[in-house]
């Protein structure tokens, strides 16, 4: 597979995904205030918040809950947005 092939294969759906959590950070940061600001939060609470969000995924795949897929994507992408707060965080403590 060329680079160029690969590059197209790894991206294929990314820009809808990431709009998707673009559009639950803004929720996030609506809701909570911009946790994105360095040291707004400690590291640890922010792990406790992304371990919970992954709990929820759990949750969404529990046989026994009334689970769908659309449920389990938007677990995903609450996950997803979360790391990329921690991240911009982190991001502003270096720059
Ligand atoms: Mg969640």
Redesign the pocket.
Known sequence: MTTAALTNFVLAGTDEIFQQINVERLRQVLKFGDQSIAGSVSDLTRLRILVE?VG?VAEALDVEHANTKRELCA?LV?VAACAVGWLQALQKATT
Do not use: A, D, G, I
């Open positions: 969000e929820e677990e609450q």
